[in-house]
């Protein structure tokens, strides 16, 4: 049983990297909407909202999944900002500084949302 959870959450995991690749292509080909659809769909089957919960890839318990959290909030906050959406933007900017202080790019989004 528990090498089947092992493989299960291996193949979750793999299909949650592709999601976000996915959306990474959309954005570099301007697909803004495309973009911003498959980076929400990621956080809704991977964001904890209660910590950790049993099957999310991410786990806000563990470093790991704080970080690729908020590279993927960070990464939607691009795409906002490219539609004019920045109280969007800086709530995501916000966020990810929450889950990764130590992480620039939130940062540097953040002031650009201001901007």
Known sequence: AEKSLQAERARVTALSDQLKA????????????SALDLYTHWLAANR???GEIEGRTADVSTTAGRQKTAVVLTNRAAVLMMMQRFEDAIADCQE????QPTLMKPYLRLGRAYL
């Open 22 to 33: 996915a959306a990474g292509k959309l954005y570099s080909k301007g697909d803004l909407a």
């Open 96 to 99: 990810a500084i929450k889950l």
């Open 48 to 50: 904890p909202s209660l």
